[in-house]
């Protein structure tokens, strides 16, 4: 090979990212009826009434329970209008969100 010749590069992939995920998280509280936390799992994240019990029991008996993953904007939405509908009731039903490893 010359000098001259042309040496193309290696194409460079483009990498597929895993997009990132965000977890909503249930917390437990001493104040808020089991029943209405089921209401809200319905209301909010589309759960039969089976997923809601055993996710609501998860977060009583264990403090905590993911409740379901999603985009960032999504996650912080769905958490916001689940606290919300806690909050209209005077109780202080509260979700959060994690970022996923
Ligand atoms: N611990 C509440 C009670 O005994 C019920 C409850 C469950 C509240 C889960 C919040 O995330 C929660 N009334």
């Known amino acids: 090979m010359s000098d001259q010749d042309t040496v193309l590069k290696p194409e460079t992939k483009a990498k597929a990212e895993r ?24 209301a909010i994240f589309r759960m039969t009434e089976d ?3 055993s ?19 999504i996650a912080e ?8 509908m806690g909050q209209r009731e005077g109780y202080p039903l509260t979700f959060t969100t994690e970022r996923e490893d």
């Open 51 to 53: 997923e809601a019990m």
């Open 77 to 84: 939405e769905k958490a916001r209008q689940a606290t919300e």
């Open 19 to 42: 997009p990132k995920l965000w977890k909503v998280v249930l917390l437990n509280d001493d104040f808020t009826p089991r029943y209405f936390v089921v209401k809200v799992l319905g």
């Open 55 to 73: 996710v609501m029991m998860a977060a009583h008996q264990q403090g905590a329970c993911v409740v379901a993953v999603f985009t960032k904007e």
